[in-house]
Nanobody
Framework: QVQLVEAGGGSVQAGVSLRLSCAAS????????MDWVRQAPGKGLQWVAT????????NYVDSVKGRFTISRDKAKKTVYLEMNTLKSEDTALYYC????????RGQGTQVTVSS
């Protein structure tokens, strides 16, 4: 079955960097775009970034442009989110997600940024 497992979250000070990873299995990773979404405390899901199936095209929500970078490794079936210059408003539970015939997301990894 489709499985997405996120890792790399933590509690950090504002201004530092974190790198999230998402290991995928159970579907043809190389033919699907991948997303990162997040949910801040008390708020709904927010789309953060998307990378195309071939890794060529990326898109970001305005609030993270220039600070976050999404990438993927076909051989490792893993998608990454490099987060730089973290801000307190980046505090959220981060999920990777995809839609290989049905929307799927992992269990999430918590990122807490203190100012």
């Amino acid at each position: 079955q489709v499985q997405l497992v996120e890792a790399g979250g933590g509690s950090v000070q504002a201004g530092v960097s974190l790198r999230l990873s998402c290991a995928a299995s159970g579907f043809f990773f190389s033919i699907y775009s991948m997303d990162w979404v997040r949910q801040a405390p008390g708020k709904g899901l927010q789309w953060v970034a998307t990378i195309s199936h071939d890794g060529i095209t990326t898109n970001y929500v305005d609030s993270v442009k220039g600070r976050f970078t999404i990438s993927r490794d076909k051989a490792k079936k893993t998608v990454y989110l490099e987060m730089n210059t973290l801000k307190s408003e980046d505090t959220a539970l981060y999920y990777c997600a995809t839609d290989p015939g049905g929307k799927v997301r992992g269990q999430g990894t918590q990122v807490t940024v203190s100012s």
